[in-house]
């Protein structure tokens, strides 16, 4: 019975030599798949790196890890080029709820699309008909049980290489440089394939084109629940684990068919993680370093010679191997010296924590959840506006260690890319580079910290609290009464515990700022009341000098966003109250800073049209208080007004400013009212 025409190794040689399948290995399948997509350029912590837009791609994607990936990247386009990376795992390493094995399974779902276009599908081939030979019993088909690749079978039809190679190039016409580059990926048949390869050339009498008619070319299955292509491998305790779950191990039922006892068929070791990836695929070791140390030792031989090896037998394998460790397990395994070998095959990748606040808002999203939330009663649960931000603020400011040339306030805006005063990008790679010169990963930049995890559950002890069942609504201030919880309870170092508790102060402290800003708005019933301002008092001291300008103090300059002329009358008054409130008092403190906005707004309006200064904090606050003072009298008449309602007028204003918090600044009854009344307190005052 011949096999049917599309489906023989004949067709699948001529597929690839046309180009119409592929034949390459793990490395060459994942660096192509990453480098085939997008790449930007990114500026991270004051240096410049690359931005692998794949990994940004789907709904739920990676966020951050430039520094990680881009170790990655490096890693697998180095053992696709034949580097020494090819004899390495690639492991990650850090504290946990960080991220890691997030991007491990997000890499492996990526892979699996990538294999499912039909042009990049992984084949493996099948022996049939084996009833024939008679030493089957009642087998009459064997996949490769490592997958192989159909090529390698190719490779191997003769006894000797070098016969295999000649009737490769009489029967394709392959020239030089195809059989080049196939034979930079050959290897041997495993053991059971080899095995059954040479009993059909017995029974066929060495015959070739008899021998292929014993031999059906078929994909890989790309089915994730089977472990294929793409393979986990947790820890498991010291009783349950062995080599078998890696290995695979003899067959009882096997051997009631096989009559040949010398058949390496007889190990079954697709029961093992190993066998089901090891044609092109992902072996995803978690939390390697808490494996026994006898099935380490079995990674060590895995990893430096890609090969299972049962009782002598060997199976060469194909794959990438990708593992993840905690900080505290990773350093009790190089303490014991004499498990160095393994760290030697492993390139470690040390994850730190998100340490951009913007981006963080992107994970705290995810951890408050896209679903709309509803009440345990069923109601549907608003979020406060400001959530989000005191959330990440929060939680990022826990991961800044505490340097003496930057303020945490200071490194958290240089890690975000923005403006912090008179500090620099230089200042914060300064620092970054000092820290993470220490032998002890934990003391490094974003090495701890509240990580993901810890994030999610203040969410959910937030939402379990009565208080916001009964208010229906996510208020934002509850976000740092649930965090202080989380660290009391979840933080068991006295010197972590503290840093994180004086860290949420300031975040909260952050987040008094933000509420003075967002009171300004709902009084003037404007949603970007103090951004207006703000920019106002930018083009003005850029305006100031100018040449053309009047005894009237009217200037006309041109909006960068939409290119139009606009005049803008100067009031030096306003100009030195801004200033005022910022600390400036002497002539010279007023230029100096004049000259720094000036400089920031000629290196960002170029880039970003749309920049308008409200990542600069002190800016921003002293706008405020100036306005708030000019039109209300003070924020402490405002504060009064809004606590004592007792006459009509305060009424009023207050039921003003609701109404403008319900219908444009996005709040609810309950976060509103919360909002005023912790305005009208005097907590939390940086």
């Known amino acids: 019975m011949a096999a049917q025409k599309n489906n023989t190794l004949h067709s699948h040689i001529t597929s ?18 990453i480098l085939g997509k997008k790449i930007e350029k990114v500026m991270v912590n004051g240096k410049s790196t690359f931005d692998f837009q794949i990994f940004r791609e789907s709904k739920k994607h990676i966020i951050g890890m430039y520094d990680e990936i881009n170790s990655f990247v490096s890693f697998v386009k180095d053992a696709s080029e034949g580097g020494s990376s090819k004899e390495m795992a690639f492991v990650l390493v850090g504290e946990p709820g960080n991220g890691k094995t997030f991007l491990v399974e997000y890499l492996c779902g990526m892979y699996r699309e990538f294999l499912s276009i039909p042009a990049n599908k992984k084949y493996t081939f099948r022996f049939i008909n084996l009833d024939q030979i008679g030493s089957y019993g009642n087998i009459k088909t064997i996949e490769s049980q490592t997958y192989e690749d159909p090529m390698v079978l190719a490779m191997n039809t003769h006894e000797s290489r070098t016969e295999s190679e000649q009737y490769l190039v009489r029967r394709y016409r392959a020239s030089d440089a195809e059989m ?29 084109d008899e021998m292929l008619n014993f031999i059906e070319i078929v994909p890989v299955p790309l089915i994730e629940s089977l472990g294929t292509v793409t393979g986990k491998y947790p820890a498991k305790d010291k009783i349950t684990s062995s080599a078998v779950d890696l290995l695979g191990e003899e067959s009882i039922q096997r051997l009631l068919h096989i009559t040949d006892t010398n058949n390496p068929y007889r190990f079954d070791l697709r029961r093992g993680a190993l066998a089901r990836v090891a044609g092109g695929g992902i072996h995803f070791s978690d939390e390697i370093y ?28 194909d794959t990438l191997i990708i593992a993840t460790s905690n900080n505290s397990e990773f350093n009790r395994f190089l303490a014991e010296k004499e498990e160095a070998p393994i760290v030697d095959r492993c390139r470690i990748c040390y994850v730190s924590h998100n340490t951009n606040y913007k981006l963080q808002r992107e994970l705290t999203a995810y951890a408050i959840g896209n679903e709309s939330k509803t009440t345990l009663t069923g109601n549907i649960m608003h979020q406060d506006p400001n959530l989000n931000y005191a959330a990440s603020v929060a939680t990022v400011l826990t991961r800044l260690p505490r340097s003496e040339k930057l303020t945490p306030i200071e490194t958290m805006k240089l890690a975000a890319g923005e403006v912090a005063g008179e500090k620099s990008l230089k200042t914060l790679s300064e620092v970054i580079d000092t820290l993470n010169q220490d032998h002890d990963i934990t003391k490094r930049f974003g090495q701890k910290g509240l990580g993901q995890r810890n994030l999610g559950r203040s969410v959910q002890l937030m939402l379990e609290s009565s208080e916001t069942n009964e208010g229906r609504c996510m208020y934002a201030y509850d976000i740092f009464i649930a965090l202080e919880r989380v660290v009391l309870d979840y933080v068991s170092e006295a010197g972590d515990r503290a840093k994180f508790l004086d860290d949420l102060k300031i975040a909260k402290g952050l987040y008094r700022e933000r509420i003075m800003t967002e009171m300004f708005n709902a009084y003037m019933d404007e ?22 300008l009047g005894v009237d103090k009217m200037w006309k300059y041109k909006n960068p966003q939409t290119g139009e002329l606009q005049a803008l009358k100067i009031d030096e008054r306003y100009i030195d109250s801004v200033e005022d409130c910022l600390g400036l008092k002497t002539r010279e403190q007023k230029d100096s800073f004049r000259t720094s906005i000036r400089k920031i707004y000629g290196q960002k309006i170029s880039v970003r049209p ?28 405002l504060i009064g007004a809004l606590a004592n309602r007792t006459n009509e007028e ?22 509103a009212q919360k909002t005023i009344e912790y305005f009208c307190t005097q907590v939390d005052e940086n």
Not at 180 to 204: K, M
Not at 293 to 317: A, F, M, S
Request: hydrophobic share 40%; aromatic share 10%.
């Open 650 to 671: 305060n009424q009023k204003l207050y039921d003003r400013m609701i109404e403008t918090m319900l219908h444009k600044l996005g709040y609810c009854a309950t976060c």
């Open 16 to 33: 690839v030599k046309k180009g119409e399948r592929v034949f390459e290995n793990a490395f060459q399948s994942v660096s192509r798949m």
């Open 180 to 208: 080049t580059q196939w034979y930079d990926n050959y290897r041997p048949l495993g053991a059971c394939s080899a095995y059954i390869w040479h009993d059909i050339r017995q029974f066929t009498d060495g015959k070739i």
């Open 527 to 548: 949603p970007l009341a103090i951004r207006k301002d703000v920019v106002n008092y930018v083009n003005m001291i850029i305006g100031i000098d100018a040449e053309n």
């Open 610 to 637: 749309d920049y308008d200064f409200m990542d600069n904090l002190e800016l921003v606050k002293a706008v405020t208080d100036v306005r708030l003072k000019s039109d209300i009298a003070g924020a402490g008449s």
């Open 290 to 317: 808490k494996n026994k140390k006898d099935l380490v030792q079995v990674y060590l031989g895995i990893i430096q010679n890609r090969t299972i090896e049962i009782d002598g037998y060997k199976w060469p394998i």
